[in-house]
Nanobody
Framework: QVQLVESGGGLVQAGGSLRLSCVAS????????MGWFRQAPGKEREFVAA????????IYTDSVKGRFTISRDNAKTTVYLQMNSLKPDDTAVYSC?????????????????WGQGTQVTVSP
């Protein structure tokens, strides 16, 4: 049974930082592209960042480039999202997801498994 469990969300002032973690179990972690998505109230889910299963490639949506960093630790089956210089527009529920052996990391339809999500709220 595959499980993805996020943690690290919370309330932070604009300009602050948070580090999200997502621990995966029940899958061969190194075979999976791991992504972070977010959904704000009244908006569609959007891609944030991904670490591709092969080649050490990382991908970011334009609005977070230079502020967010995604990383993975295959030994700990964990993916991280370091978020710096947070803005109120970053407020959303952040979910991690796993997609087996895909390079199409920005497409939510590619992902096979999803976590429950963790709330990130950035106050002005």
């Amino acid at each position: 049974q595959v499980q993805l469990v996020e943690s690290g969300g919370g309330l932070v002032q604009a300009g602050g930082s948070l580090r999200l973690s997502c621990v995966a179990s029940g899958l061969t972690f190194s075979w999976y592209t791991m992504g972070w998505f977010r959904q704000a109230p009244g908006k569609e889910r959007e891609f944030v960042a991904a670490t591709v299963w092969s080649g050490g490639i990382t991908i970011y949506t334009d609005s977070v480039k230079g502020r967010f960093t995604i990383s993975r630790d295959n030994a700990k089956t964990t993916v991280y999202l370091q978020m710096n210089s947070l803005k109120p527009d970053d407020t959303a529920v952040y979910s991690c997801a796993a997609a087996i052996r895909t390079n199409r990391a920005t497409l939510s339809d590619e992902y096979d498994y999803w976590g429950q999500g963790t709330q990130v709220t950035v106050s002005p």
